[in-house]
């Protein structure tokens, strides 16, 4: 999950909620859009690989 920031950031969330926190992990924030979708990609290659 891509959320905008205040300002011109990107940042990727995990797609589950922790049970622990009820919140969502940040997995990295990023200058563009574009390349938060890149490393999301990447996540999910990781994780399958």
Do not use: C, D
Not at 8 to 34: C, E, H, I, Q
Not at 44 to 49: A, G, L, M, P, V
Request: net charge positive; no cysteine; glycine share 6%.
């Amino acid at each position: 999950m891509i959320r905008k920031l205040a300002g011109a950031k990107w940042r990727l969330y995990s797609r589950k909620v922790n049970p622990r926190t009820g919140k969502r992990r940040n997995l990295g924030t990023f200058p563009s859009r574009k390349a938060a979708e890149k490393h999301e990609r990447e996540v999910q290659y990781f994780k399958r690989h």
